[in-house]
C-alpha cells in the first residue's frame, strides 16, 4: 500500500515540476552562470545597506527566508563597492552584519543599520558610529569590542569580500540574487511576490 502511494504522489509531482519549468525560462527568468553547482542549495542575496532598493527589498527577503524549501540556505553578502562611501567604511558595516550574526541579533541589528542610513538620515562614518548603533540596540560595548577586530570576524569578512571577489562581474547592480552559485535570478515586472518565491524555489531545485 506505502509503494502505490509513493507512486501517486511520484506521478503528481512530475507534472508540477514539468509547469515550473515551462513557466520559468533560461534569459527572461534567469541567467545561467559560468560557476559551479553549489554542494547544497543555497540563495545568497548581495546588497548594500546604502542601496534604496535594498531596503525596500527586506520585507521580501524576510518572508523569503521563512518559505525557501526545506534545506535551502539563505546567506547575504555585503557589496563593498557603492559610490556612496568609502570601501573602507562599507567594509566595517561588513563586520558589524557578521557581529549581528554572530550575537544571533542579525534581523535586528541589521535592520537597525538600514533605518539608521534611510529613516533617520545618518551618516557612517566607521566603527564608532556602529558601535553607537549596537549599544543603542542592547548590546554590550565591552562586546562589540572585543568582537569588532576578532580573528574569527575578519575571516568572516574575507570571506565576504571573496564572494564579491568571485562574481563580481555578474553582479552589476543590487539586490541581485544568486542561486546555487548558478543561477542569477531576474524578476520581472509582471511577477508578484509569490512568482519570485516560486522561482527562486524552482532554481534552487534544479541540479543541472
Request: with cysteine; glycine share 4%.
Amino acid at each position: 500500500m506505502k509503494k502505490f502511494a509513493f507512486w501517486i504522489i511520484l506521478a503528481l509531482l512530475v507534472p508540477l515540476q514539468a509547469c515550473a519549468a515551462e513557466k520559468w525560462q533560461e534569459g527572461e527568468h534567469y541567467e545561467v552562470l559560468d560557476k559551479p553547482l553549489s554542494e547544497k542549495p543555497q540563495v545568497v542575496e548581495f546588497f548594500s545597506y546604502w542601496c534604496p532598493h535594498c531596503y525596500r527589498t527586506e520585507p521580501f527577503v524576510a518572508k523569503l527566508k521563512g518559505e525557501l524549501d526545506k534545506g535551502v540556505k539563505f546567506d547575504k553578502v555585503h557589496v563593498n563597492f557603492m559610490p556612496y562611501t568609502t570601501k573602507e567604511v562599507q567594509d566595517d558595516v561588513t563586520s558589524a552584519m557578521l557581529m549581528g550574526k554572530a550575537l544571533k541579533q542579525e534581523d535586528q541589528l541589521s535592520g537597525a543599520i538600514f533605518n539608521y542610513i534611510h529613516r533617520q538620515r545618518a551618516t557612517i562614518t566607521g566603527v564608532k558610529d556602529l558601535r553607537n548603533i549596537f549599544v543603542i540596540n542592547g548590546v554590550d560595548g565591552e562586546k562589540f569590542d572585543s568582537l569588532v577586530n576578532s580573528y574569527g570576524l575578519q575571516s568572516q569578512l574575507a570571506r565576504n569580500n571573496k564572494a564579491i571577489e568571485d562574481y563580481r562581474n555578474v553582479v552589476r547592480s543590487v539586490p541581485t540574487f544568486i542561486v546555487n552559485g548558478k543561477y542569477k535570478v531576474q524578476f520581472t515586472r509582471d511577477m508578484t511576490e509569490q512568482d519570485r518565491l516560486d522561482l527562486i524555489n524552482f532554481l534552487a531545485a534544479k541540479k543541472s
